[in-house]
């Protein structure tokens, strides 16, 4: 991982532009953002109160591999199952953790959506 591209990813999810704007968001002086990007020091507990906060796939910011959010895949499911009240009522409890913002039940939900990916989009799983 390299923090360069982490914060990359992180000014494009946000639409920032500069470093201290980055800084900020991460609660964090410009001299400590710097010093880290010197030494390729990842601010973990700060990245995942960011994503937390902001509703950022931390797999996604640390990796940069693309993976479905909530929002996307819900939205086509939704649209698709409108009639079936069991898959409603799971899209309504997933998107009340989703808002709830909880870091862990995130990352369930999220590895969920990974498995599920493959069937919402039409592919053919690995």
């Known amino acids: ?9 992180i000014k494009q999810s946000l639409n920032l532009r500069y470093d201290y704007e980055v ?6 002086s410009e001299t400590a953002l710097s010093e880290r ?21 931390l797999d996604w910011l640390l990796s940069g591999k693309e993976s479905k959010n909530f929002a996307s895949i819900a939205g086509k499911a939704q649209s698709e199952a409108a009639d079936d009240p069991k898959l409603k009522k799971m ?6 953790i989703y808002t709830e913002g909880d870091y862990r ?5 999220q590895s969920l959506l990974d ?12």
């Open 115 to 126: 498995l599920l990916d493959p069937l919402v989009f039409g592919k053919k799983p690995d």
């Open 1 to 9: 991982m390299i923090l360069v591209e982490i914060i990359k990813r």
């Open 91 to 96: 899209l309504d409890q997933c998107r009340r």
């Open 105 to 109: 039940k995130l990352a369930s939900i």
């Open 37 to 57: 990007k010197r030494r390729n020091s990842i601010p973990t507990d700060k990245l995942i109160i960011l994503c937390e906060r902001e509703a950022i796939n």
């Open 23 to 28: 800084a900020k968001k991460l609660n964090l």
